[in-house]
């Protein structure tokens, strides 16, 4: 029997995990007025934050449809595949896979709503991963991953709200208000997956250690299995935010990771976020 483990490529993973662990990813499609582009294989990081930036009219991005995911479980030549999704509250990629999956036959197709975005969902997929490497079974990988869904936290702060209020995802009243009053807003998920603003800073060093704070009450007295640090073309600044964090989670393994186009187009260039895994609590 064989396994495969699939993700989005939203799920800000570096390549060298990617492919040290066989991870194969179903790329979210970015939408610029002239063309289409697939995250992670039509265009680089730089070309993109350089489009993003300079052009006038801000992309907007769109998940596999259900008839490609049809197609892609239908040609996989694996006995079981996992696909651990982002939210999907944030993503219609969930429910299209689970669309295709009914109409797939010969196979197990295990769709996951990680309940996440960026980097809570990649670690999630590094655990399934691990897993996997370990011996297990596709159902005993799915059956730990969604234990470990409510025990997985990320927020992320925004340099500016911009392309919050372009892309509709916050309301454009409050994106205004947001920028008038120079507020750092700081953005995280409910119990549902659904997104939210969990916090408002007056400077982005304020929002940094807000973030922290919100990491360490999310922990308390459970410990750490994984933790990361994400950002959207910000890396120097993510690297001096890790040494701050680290200062905090002494001996705990940082990952720091582009989130990549897809977030990046609604949150704009500059996000600083925090993703930690926690044992159960």
Excluded: C, W
């Excluded at 008839?67 to 079981?80: E, K, L, S």
């Amino acid at each position: 029997m064989t396994t495969a483990l699939v993700t989005a490529s939203t799920s800000s993973l570096p390549m060298e995990l990617i492919q040290r662990y066989g991870i194969e990813l179903i790329p979210f499609t970015i939408q610029f007025v002239d063309g289409n582009l697939r995250e992670s294989e039509d265009v680089s990081l730089d070309e993109f934050y350089r489009r993003l930036v300079h052009e006038d009219v801000i992309p907007t991005t769109a998940p596999s449809s259900a008839g490609q995911f049809i197609n892609y479980f239908r040609q996989h030549p694996a006995d079981d595949i996992i696909v651990i999704h982002v939210g999907s509250m944030l993503s219609q990629s969930y429910a299209n896979a689970m669309q295709a999956a009914s109409r797939v036959q010969g196979r197990m197709i295990y769709n996951i709503d990680s309940r996440q975005f960026a980097l809570g969902t990649g670690l999630l997929v590094l655990e399934a991963a691990e897993a996997m490497a370990n011996g297990a079974s596709a159902a005993a990988v799915v059956s730990q991953i969604e234990h470990q869904i409510p025990n997985i936290m990320t927020v992320a702060s925004l340099e500016t709200v911009r392309y919050l209020r372009l892309s509709g995802r916050l309301g454009r009243i409050g994106a205004m208000a947001a920028s008038l009053l120079g507020i750092y807003p700081i953005l995280g998920l409910d119990r549902k997956g659904q997104a939210e603003m969990v916090g408002r800073a007056r400077s982005r060093a304020d929002s940094l250690t807000m973030m922290i704070q919100q990491a360490k009450d999310f922990v308390g007295k459970a410990k750490i299995r994984r933790m990361g640090i994400l950002h959207t073309n910000v890396q120097a600044e993510a690297e001096t935010f890790a040494k701050q964090v680290a200062e905090h989670f002494p001996g705990i393994p940082l990952l720091i990771s582009d989130a990549g186009p897809v977030l990046a187009v609604h949150g704009g260039p500059g996000a600083l976020g925090i993703s930690v895994l926690r044992e159960e609590a």
